[in-house]
């Protein structure tokens, strides 16, 4: 089992930033594919921005120049650095990372709990 633990989020004022940290643990053997998704209520998860293990990334257009997603590999951590905050921003974020626990193991999936983010003056 693997294990995402998620901080960093609160309440900012529109323009203001936020930086987001997740980090796994746990049964890992190596960690492929991280990022981050947010749902809103009544609404489906969508990605906000991803990273693979060697530094390509994926962002939505809605947070494209704003948004900054990196990792430290050796920490099997993401972070998300959130600029110029939006009222629209607002919501529930989830990290989430694709894991091996073995050199021939399947990926997997796994979620962090989530953590709330309030874009609001």
């Known amino acids: 089992q693997v294990q995402l633990v998620e901080s960093g989020g609160g309440l900012v004022q529109p323009g203001g930033s936020l930086r987001l940290s997740c980090a796994a643990s746990?049964?890992?053997?190596?960690?492929?594919?991280m990022g981050w998704y947010r749902q809103a209520p009544g609404k489906q998860r969508e990605l906000v921005a991803h990273?693979?293990?060697?530094?390509?990334?994926k962002y939505a257009d809605s947070v494209k120049g704003r948004f900054t997603i990196s990792r430290d590999n050796a920490k099997n951590t993401v972070y998300l650095q959130m600029s110029s905050l939006k009222p629209e921003d607002t919501t529930v974020y989830y990290c989430?990372?694709?894991?091996?626990?073995?050199?021939?193991?399947?990926?997997?999936?796994?979620w962090g709990q989530g953590t709330q983010v309030t874009v609001s003056s």
């Open positions: 746990g049964s890992i053997f190596s960690v492929n594919v």
């Open positions: 990273i693979s293990s060697t530094g390509r990334t």
């Open positions: 989430n990372a694709l894991t091996m626990s073995g050199l021939d193991s399947p990926l997997t999936s796994y």
